[in-house]
């Protein structure tokens, strides 16, 4: 028999002092916790170590899932600094995520080609070498294949087209280009060639906070899995999974409520002036209707 739903909250890296402010946060709201922190190695039960790069975290989810015995109708992940609407709990957070029983969330999602320039700007972001040449890991026979992927991506409104790069989405990457050279040769590639088509579909999208149903957990978490070992980053690794997999995929744009994302530090400290980083005056000012709010760093928090 399965329990409702888990809060699993995912530590980028190894805070361990946000372990007991995350805990007093959540605990009246959520009868199952989990930590889900790189290279712990405490002796809280409920935290969970996992080993693998921030860049590629969709490895946390398939490592922690080996340490979870009971199942759950849902799962749902929060980073250790995107903090929830203090209203929402066990009992509501499917209205509050518009959850049919079937369906996924994630914030929102882009196919490969209206990620535009983000999507392959950085070596950890591109995700065409790891499809194309790739030999360190056997993926073919572990996931999907690229003909049953395509399938599906065409039956959610999506064509071959939507999973290319031409030189106008190099060009929108250039300001990258000194961190990751293979733009060059990505630039002439497709100026004398023309676009390049991705060998399996991508979709990127904001991962900080996501929901699976416990019916493709398992299969999820695989995908996930292999997703790490190719490489993947994490912000193409999750939308892809959950659009390849899950039946229906909510996405903020379907709900009433929104989330509240500080991009850049000149945003984050502007909040942090505002409520002179107390995080009860926060939680006393809460907007309603803000789903949640991304990034609250809790080390510069008073709790």
Known sequence: MSSEVCLLIIYNHRYDDNIKKLERIYKNRFSDI???????SGTIENVIPVYECSFRFEGYVAQAMKYIKKSYGYYLFVADDAILNPAIHEGNYRDWFGLTGRSAFITFTKSLRQMKGWGINRRFMDPFPKFEKYQGTLWKDEIMSAEEAFDIAKRQGYDREEFTMDVSMVWNARKKLWEYPR?????????????MYCPYPIWGGYSDVFIIPGKDMEKVTHMLGVFAAMDLFVEEAIPTALHLICDELIEEKDLEAKSRTLWGNAAREEVEEKYERDYYRLMDEWKADCLFIHPIKLSKWRM
């Open 34 to 40: 989990y930590h889900i922190v790189p290279f712990y």
């Open 183 to 195: 733009l060059i040769l990505m630039f002439l590639r497709t100026l004398i060639l023309g676009r």
